[in-house]
Nanobody, 124 residues
Framework: QVHLVESGGGVVQAGGSLRLSCAAS????????MGWFRQASGKEREFVAA????????YLADSVKGRFTISRDNAKNTAYLQMNSLKPEDTAVYYC?????????????????WGQGTQVTVSS
């Protein structure tokens, strides 16, 4: 079964950067889309970014477009979320998600495997 483990969260000043990693198990990681979601305390989970199985197609939420970059290294079975120019409103638990499909989607229901989450806190 697929197991996803996020890492790289922490506390950073506004304007700073963090890179989140998602290490995935599985035989055919390169075939399936990956996504990043976040959930702030007391709020609903929201879409952040997604990447196709090959890495050739990416989709970012408007709130992070121009600041965040999603990528993957299929040889390492790892997806990444590079977060630059962080803002206090980016503070949330960030979750890595894996799908059963090759294409990208912003819908949480599209993703069937989820990591444990990693906390990102941006201070002002």
């Amino acid at each position: 079964q697929v197991h996803l483990v996020e890492s790289g969260g922490g506390v950073v000043q506004a304007g700073g950067s963090l890179r989140l990693s998602c290490a995935a198990s599985g035989r055919t990681f390169s075939s399936y889309a990956m996504g990043w979601f976040r959930q702030a305390s007391g709020k609903e989970r929201e879409f952040v970014a997604a990447i196709s199985g090959s890495g050739g197609n990416t989709y970012l939420a408007d709130s992070v477009k121009g600041r965040f970059t999603i990528s993957r290294d299929n040889a390492k079975n790892t997806a990444y979320l590079q977060m630059n120019s962080l803002k206090p409103e980016d503070t949330a638990v960030y979750y890595c998600a894996g799908s059963w499909y090759a294409g990208v989607s912003s819908a949480a229901t599209f993703y069937k495997y989820w990591g444990q989450g990693t906390q990102v806190t941006v201070s002002s």
